[in-house]
């Protein structure tokens, strides 16, 4: 037995190598589980199960109830699906999702055992500070494909990686196992109706039903009736016992047989029992967050028949563990797609578009140019939620209607699948108002971004621009929110041609990205020579911020749909003699030094942002010009209450974000002595 | 007909009073509708079609697709539910949640037509900016209830709102209206199976299947077995035809009726046609949310049967339009309990205690000194997902199981649930963890904040300090977005005694609060005296600081979980002879002056947050102290990354939040030259 130094090789016969054993079963070929097959999965259940309370009682902490529920269906997936254990990350492999992340120690065991690497650092660094061996499944371990942790999510992976699959023209099938209580979240019911509206039966869904949950039996928390669920959203419902690994394969083998076929995808709910192979917690709620004490561990080692010399390691592994974390694993790699940014469009400063418009076209733009309707182009989707027309996302779907995902109103489930989608190589884009695209999903878009995902999230309807629907649809948080996600970038375009040249740049740059737009139409922003100041000669540079006018005493800093208001300030001013520096951020981040010093120059600053004035990019202008020694006098004009409900140029009177507010700002600073009124620094 | 001058009184009779008329038909007190009744219904609702189209036309944007689909619902829920035109926010009215927030026309027509206010308001200023009429239902609106236009949260308000009739003991019915398309969200899941564990049959949920969303039909968009959802769940389904008077109050009347039995809740699927009544535009889904030109509104009217004299009044209202908002409405008021703190608990310094522990323990004080299990006591709950046990609410759930409300793991439907049960003068908590109380449901708190809510969200598992969970699990952003929604106030207690405190403090002043609250125990602050420094003479006080230490040269500044860091580096540098001042936020909020100064004087300042450094208290202090134009050097120690899973020590150590990194930042200031590097005043 070559994977594992310290695994007992009695029970399996000295030349055993579990890579070599299942390598010819695997994509389920086999009509039936053979006898030989059988009896090994039966013989690793106990030594997983051992590992498992290895890991957690080395840990102190960590989930052995469900992760032993779980275990056979780990089992069978990481025997017999088509992976390749040397090589976790070859391409047409079979994908296996883990929902319910918490049982990490059964996921690990199962991969430890078919030699994706050695269980023995599993046991020794579980949930220890900088391992691999997260509490919760992490990418860091070769064979999980997806960082969970957070309920609810994992169908909606699953079901985006499925059409990652069919827009590569792949054919891995992809699996995803879930908790019973989990079932109780929202999102789960959006992710299985969109898989039953497009027939994604290339996902096979697993349900361990185990009726326990954190605070008790299932159905005294909260009611459910699973099957009946399923069943009423499309899908084909299969109960087994999820111990018995006959009926958990023939379950498996069928639903991976129907794959391609006109059948609706199957969930195999898996009857099975919390803490299974130890007596003394099994169905007991308690031990679902707990960890065995090492004398019940060595207790439910002798329950398993794990009885040979050495196996109860847990004294060195405490020991070993004290030295910390020495285990390195190979990363998973980003699969980024090479895009073609395609020939940008100028839009005329003498007519008016809208920035919406502009993305709408320069995404059939990208489209057309990297074939994506072709056998040989780019992989490329676009997600939609009942929102098109609106977000002008209709003219693809017109053009590329294979392209084009229709997911209803399912926010939660479409961020999700559109991340899973989006990390398989396929450029994905989702379009949606902002309070959805953001406000909504940004939770969903956290875990995108753990999960190294490549989203664009193209959202109209921004801010107080969102106009007649109020103050429910002003997302008015996108700064605050894309800048708490670590790898969320946000584009604020200042006009159609700047939107243009953005949205072709995040295309094929890779990372999760969020453009923000409003609705309104607007003439493009003018050089001063009257031709298109985001025309045929500029170039987006990420991290820089916009000159758009120049002038001497105050500088006015604006982004994304205040930009007209700055400029027709710079007019009214212009027309009575005072001349302001113009500057626009389309892209919010740490700014580049040089442009921090051309804000700050007079020592008198307006900001003005279509964004909650307390989170926005006032705030965080200041601070970085706090950090590098500035000052200035600053007036922040941003949003300060929930807005109205009117005409956009109405609201933005209303509320202090116009252009005429901020003329008044500019007056107020120039009549103002140019001293702010107290400076530490004396007292330093 | 005295509710409208403009009103065509030919048709029912000069003498005619809607508020008289409906009067002793309210409660569905009659077996069936009488002939009268249902005549004036169905010609009130040709009268409310006209107005529908005036508004939007008017207007020249709106819903009026959905609004005349929905239309009989509303006017027999606002003719004839338990509710007082002239008193409409009467205490134990019944109460009508519009889900579809867009179909706002109808409900002002049906509300208008009934004496709520004059109609002809609402065909004037709908969707004009600063009146109340806006375009999504707003409770700046007499009779309408909760703020919606978000999808999907209706029910689960709705739920909120029959809790709250629970714990008041009262017996009001609560009605919830939502569109076909909408029951593709998941929340709604969530919120059924709430409503169907807990007989929640003073709930009637009625639900616009006109077939048609934006899209198209909703078989094309996203096919659903909406009745067969509705069932697997435990609901009571009647289909009826949502245009027919009599089948619609036969089903409304049945199911009012079974209020308090053992029934399962009802839901009425009321088959209808989308722009109902104006053939030229019935089924078509252009109008779901597209305005009728004039000549189009005008032919409507004729098809109507609106012939009247001076009924087409569109110019008149075009002009009047423009002269800007006249309409004033009284304010929805809050409901504000009475609460008693009760008596301060004071943990001793020497005795290791977590922050979550003395919150479960001054909420079971509040709900003893509040007499909440008593006939004449305080309406209060709290409500779980599933982690009692963590989130230590489990001793008042053992104390008082009668106000503890297990939602199960559906965070979303909970958060919208515990809003409006807190709207209505219950005092209502919500105990989670970080990420599932903050990240994953940050936009129903934001709804639930412009609903002027008075939810109390304690979260604990924040930061790093989440531990062995690992990232998917590290709530590290709820500064920025607690900050970004206006009247949601952040309180970050330092130590047991300071949790004590301020659950004390949030329960007794109305308005959305959340506590922020790690993980692991810690020794209570002790001040310089040695006595707990949070203890029997502190009193919170809202929007200050605390100092935790004096000294000078550098000023700490931590908050939350890193206080006891920065005490633990205060004692490491005391003992080398550097004494810095340690000062600790436990209201995130705007500071006062006098603190900002203080935070500054020595012109050396170090912030300390377990929060993401980007859009932290580091960066807002920074930009307060910048708009003061006071200048300090300063070094931000932060979440920069997603982190590990591990002890939460080992894992502060590793991100560089910990005690130690305090002491290196501290010394780098002091042998640091004290100029900032570059100073723009000098240009200014």
Not at 12 to 40: C, I, P
Not at 176 to 182: T, Y
Not at 482 to 487: E, I
Not at 542 to 552: C, E, F, K
Request: charged share 20%.
């Amino acid at each position: 037995m070559s994977m594992d130094s310290n695994f007992d090789p009695s029970s399996f016969g000295s030349n055993w190598d579990a890579k070599a054993f299942f390598k010819n079963d695997r994509g389920f070929v086999a009509d039936k589980l053979s006898e030989d097959v059988k009896e090994k999965l039966t013989m690793l259940g106990a030594y997983a199960r051992g590992s498992i309370i290895k890991m957690t009682t080395n840990a102190g902490s960590g989930h052995p109830g469900g992760s032993m529920s779980s275990l056979e269906m780990y089992l069978l997936l990481y025997s017999l699906a088509k992976l390749r254990p040397d090589e976790p990350r070859w391409e047409d492999r079979d994908r296996i999702i883990i929902s319910h992340g918490h049982t990490s120690p059964g996921a690990y065991s199962a991969l430890g055992y078919n030699g994706f690497f050695n269980v023995k650092d599993a046991e020794r660094e579980f949930r220890l500070a900088g391992s691999p061996f997260e509490g919760h499944v992490e990418r860091s371990v070769p064979g999980i494909e997806w960082d969970s942790g957070n309920l609810g999510q994992g169908l909606s992976a699953a079901c985006g990686k499925a059409v990652a699959a069919k827009a590569l023209g792949k054919s891995f099938h992809t699996f995803v196992i879930m908790g019973d209580g989990e079932q109780q979240k929202g999102q789960i019911a959006e992710a299985r109706r969109f898989a039953a509206k497009t027939k994604l039966n290339s996902v096979t869904a697993l349900i361990d039903y185990n009726k326990l949950q954190i605070s008790g039996d299932i159905s005294d928390v909260m009611p459910q009736q699973i099957a009946a669920g399923w069943r009423s959203d499309g899908w084909n419902v299969v109960e087994v016992d999820g111990h018995d690994l006959d009926a958990l394969y023939a379950a498996l083998k069928t639903s991976y047989a129907a794959q391609g076929t006109d059948a609706a995808p199957t969930v195999i709910i898996a009857t099975t029992i919390m803490g299974k192979g130890y007596p003394a917690i099994e169905n007991d709620h308690n031990y679902h967050g707990a960890a065995l004490k090492p004398e019940q561990a060595r207790e439910a080692f002798v329950a398993l028949g794990l009885t040979a010399d050495g196996y109860d390691d847990l004294d060195k592994l405490a020991e070993t563990r004290k030295a910390g974390t020495s285990v390195t694993l190979p990363a998973f790699p980003t699969v980024e797609p090479k895009v073609k940014q395609g020939e940008p469009r100028t839009y005329p400063v003498d007519e008016k578009v809208d920035n919406r418009s502009a993305w709408g076209n320069a995404l059939v733009d990208i489209g057309k140019v990297n074939n994506i309707d072709k056998a040989d182009g780019l992989a490329c989707v676009v997600y939609d939620c009942d929102l098109a027309v609106s977000v002008k996302t209709g003219g693809f779907a017109k053009e590329f209607p294979d392209n084009f995902i229709q997911y209803g109103i399912a926010e939660h489930s479409t961020c999700t699948s559109a991340g899973a989608t989006s990390s398989e190589g396929v450029l994905t884009f989702w379009s949606d108002f902002g309070v959805f695209g953001v406000s909504e999903t940004y939770n969903q878009s956290r875990l995108n971004d753990i999960n190294h995902a490549n989203l664009k999230i193209a959202c109209t309807h921004c801010g107080l621009d969102v106009g007649e629907d109020g103050k429910t649809h002003q997302c008015i948080d996108y700064f605050a929110l894309s800048r708490s996600v670590f790898g969320w970038r946000l584009f604020t375009p200042a006009d159609p041609n700047q939107t243009d040249r953005i949205v072709r740049h995040i295309s094929s740059t890779y990372g999760n990205a969020l453009i923000v737009m409003g609705r309104s139409k607007m003439n493009p922003i003018s050089a001063p020579d009257g031709s298109a100041l985001f025309g045929t000669d500029y170039k987006f540079q990420a991290g820089r911020t916009d000159l758009i006018r120049d002038g001497r005493g105050v500088t006015v800093f604006c982004a994304g749909n205040v930009a007209a208001e700055g400029v027709a300030a710079y007019e009214a001013l212009h027309a009575e003699g005072i001349d302001v520096r113009l500057i626009s951020s389309a892209h919010w981040a740490d700014f580049h030094e040089a442009d921090l010093e051309r804000i700050a120059e007079f020592g008198k600053i307006v900001t003005v942002e279509d964004h909650n004035v307390n989170t926005g990019i006032g705030v965080s202008l200041s601070s970085e010009l706090f950090a590098m020694g500035l000052s200035a006098e600053i007036i922040k004009l941003g949003v300060r209450e929930y807005g109205p409900s009117g005409k956009a140029t109405d609201v933005y009177k209303l509320m202090g974000i116009d252009s005429g507010a901020i003329v008044s700002a500019v007056k107020t600073l120039l009549t103002q002595d140019s001293t702010p009124s107290k400076n530490a620094m004396a007292s330093a």
